[in-house]
């Protein structure tokens, strides 16, 4: 089992940046495929970014395309996720996941959760 542990929540105003970083500890055989879900109040949760196991791969969601930035320590045991030009609407609590995936990221499914981390994007 993987343990995962984010920081790096707050509050920001649009415009601004945030880095939310995912310590990950446990049990871990292999480098997983490492991915970013948000879920805002009253919304579905979304799957924003994603990360192959040997950083390959990145998968980013068209509504943080550009804005946002998936990537990990040398020694992949920790991720980050720079997010840049904040909108409200990127306010949400965010989770880092570990997981797996087939071929493509539509694929990916979820083995671990972190707790999450909430991120507020004043207007």
């Known amino acids: 089992q993987v343990s995962l542990v984010e920081s790096g929540g707050g509050s920001v105003q649009a415009g601004g940046s945030l880095r939310l970083s995912c310590a990950a500890s446990?049990?871990?055989?292999?480098?997983?495929?490492m991915g970013w879900y948000r879920q805002a109040p009253g919304k579905e949760r979304e799957f924003v970014a994603g990360?192959?196991?040997?950083?390959?791969?990145?998968y980013y969601a068209d509504s943080v395309k550009g804005r946002f930035t998936f990537f990990a320590s040398s020694a992949r045991n920790t991720v980050y996720l720079q997010m840049t030009s904040l909108k409200p609407e990127d306010t949400a609590i965010y989770y880092c996941?570990?997981?797996?995936?087939?071929?493509?990221?539509?694929?990916?499914?979820?083995?671990?959760w972190g707790q999450g981390t909430q991120v507020t994007v004043s207007s």
């Open positions: 446990g049990r871990i055989l292999s480098r997983p495929d």
């Open positions: 996941t570990a997981g797996t995936r087939r071929e493509t990221w539509s694929t990916y499914r979820v083995l671990s």
């Open positions: 990360i192959s196991g040997i950083g390959a791969s990145t």
